[in-house]
């Protein structure tokens, strides 16, 4: 099998339209109020016509957490990258890493910590959170063999890996993100996958076949 083609002209556009959006969405809602904020708005932010944004979104709030998608792939891809021998504990630390240090993701966080009081915003982040962790419950699936049907290792595992990613944020957010001594982020992801290491590392991969 060869390897995958890179998007094509059509796709990158596609692409680049959805992120134009989500950005604006973002930045016109946390700068002014969920409330303030029209679709036309956010078209024209954009440089697109409104019709378009239905294209690509069905509302504000869909458009505004577009970005926890950009960070569940980059979760996933990171995690799928790792060596298959090393343990699923470690791989998920340096999943979270490749998150928090990805240009923009920290940017995208404060927006959106504007708009926690929202409860149509928080409805559309926990859903965006599930599909992450299913997406990441699929990746370990695939990286251990285990059946979750029978073993609720996957799920748990990415469960604590999401969860680990958002408390790790909202403490360096809330507690020392205007502390110009606050530990390092992904000093923060390290520490809190070393709390559910104890636990994770007791599966390990299954070795792949020769």
């Known amino acids: ?24 969405a973002l930045r016109l ?38 970005g926890n998608a950009a960070a569940a792939s980059t979760l996933v891809a990171a995690f799928t990258t790792r060596p298959s021998g090393e343990p699923v504990a470690e791989s998920l630390r340096h999943a979270l890493r490749a998150v928090v240090t990805d ?21 559309h982040q926990l859903a965006a959170f599930a599909a992450q962790e299913r997406a990441l419950a699929a990746a370990v699936v695939d990286r251990t063999g285990i059946d979750p049907a029978r073993d609720l290792f996957p799920t748990l595992a990415a469960a604590a890996a999401v969860t680990g990613l958002r408390v790790a ?15 390092e982020l992904v000093g923060l992801v390290d520490e809190v996958m070393a709390v559910f290491d104890r636990g994770l590392r ?5 070795p792949a076949a020769v």
């Open 29 to 66: 809602c946390s700068e002014h109020g969920l409330d303030q904020v029209t679709v036309e708005q956010i078209a024209d932010a954009a440089d697109v016509a409104p019709r378009t944004f239905f294209n690509y979104f069905t509302s504000k709030e869909e458009a505004i957490v577009a």
């Open 103 to 123: 240009p923009g993701y920290l940017d995208r966080v404060r927006l959106l910590r504007a708009l926690s009081g929202h409860p149509t915003v928080v409805a």
């Open 1 to 24: 099998m060869g390897e995958p083609q890179p998007p094509g002209r059509r796709e990158r556009k596609k692409a680049a339209t959805r992120a134009a959006l989500a950005a604006a």
């Open 169 to 183: 944020v909202q403490h360096w957010l809330g507690d020392h993100g205007t502390d110009p001594r606050a530990p």
């Open 202 to 206: 007791t599966v390990d991969p299954v």
